[in-house]
């Protein structure tokens, strides 16, 4: 099987990119290393360049016949989305439309779609279900919200099957220590935390203390990286296998608040984290927690490695090895 993944230089997509590797997938890898890194690639896979950018995809799909693509080249920040809306939906929207083309221009048959929990906006009700109802408060998820239409529309169209992930918070980072999540600037819970316990951020800040939660912070489902990758790859065999299109959200089913992600991380270390605590930003819904019974059932996954304790130890020791 031949894939193309595009932001595979990236924090998930390189994880992505290792397991496919690993299951003996012939992979290509398009990034433009605006967010990537280049060391997070092994080998020669990796092809400089933008998913927007038309002729590079129609010389790498004339050289390629694709069985599949797997979309991760997002801007994903949704206090940027706010500020910058255009940024976002040029590259989220835009960008995936020249890629949506090329793919179907060339005759590939499935898609793999990096979506988000941002396109549900403040749920109804926790756990969320994939059918809940989608209104997205921020650009960012309306970006993720327009692509998993798009992606609609195609297969009605052109028979484009594709599988859409709706990720809750990807954390954690790969159990050997060799490629992580290294953001710039880094926008992520987890890290920043590690980094101001070790001294190399200003204290964290606590954005929000009086949303209606268990302590005044946002609660947020942790789903570890490399579970998520695996989720992609059983993705991709589903949709190939029944020739359907489907989607799913992907988290630990666990919901945790800023403040119990702080003190999770003292009792695994025993390094104090500093922090203050500041207003809410836009766009920020209070809980976000993922129901994960259709990816159990239909792809047969499962989030072993999404324990807290896992994510925090594996995010650590990323933190103490990094080497990029």
Known sequence: MKVLITGGAGYIGSHCSRYFLEQGVDVTILDNLCEGHREAVKGDRLVVGDCGD?????????????DAVVHFAAFTSVGESVAEPRKYFHNNVENMLT?????????????????????????????????????????????????ERMLADYERAYG????????FNAAGDSSDSTIGESHHPETHLIPLVIQAALGKRPPLTVFGTDYDTRDGSCIRDYVHVEDLASAHYLGLKYI???Q??????????????????????????????PYTLGDRR????????AGNEK????????PGKST?????????HWEMKRTY
């Not at 119990?260 to 695994?268: D, G, L, N």
């Not at 990816?295 to 499962?302: D, F, I, M, P, Q």
């Not at 807290?308 to 650590?316: G, R």
């Open 54 to 66: 038309g002729a590079l995809l129609d010389r790498l799909f004339s050289e390629t016949a694709f």
């Open 99 to 147: 890629l949506l083309n090329a793919a179907v221009d060339h005759g590939t048959k499935y898609f793999v779609f990096s979506s988000s929990a941002a396109v549900f906006g403040e749920p109804t009700c926790l756990p969320i279900p994939e059918d809940h109802e989608q209104r997205p408060i921020n650009p960012y998820g309306e970006t993720k919200m327009i692509g």
């Open 160 to 167: 484009l099957h594709s599988c859409s992930f709706r990720y």
């Open 240 to 242: 190939m296998e029944h």
């Open 244 to 273: 359907t299109s489907e989607q799913f959200n992907l988290g630990s089913e666990n919901g945790f608040t800023v403040l119990e992600i702080i003190r999770a991380f003292e009792k695994v270390t025993g390094i104090s984290v």
């Open 282 to 289: 836009p766009g920020d819904p209070a809980a976000l927690v």
């Open 295 to 302: 990816a159990r059932e239909l792809l047969g996954w499962k």
């Open 308 to 316: 807290l304790e896992t994510i925090l130890t594996d995010a650590y």
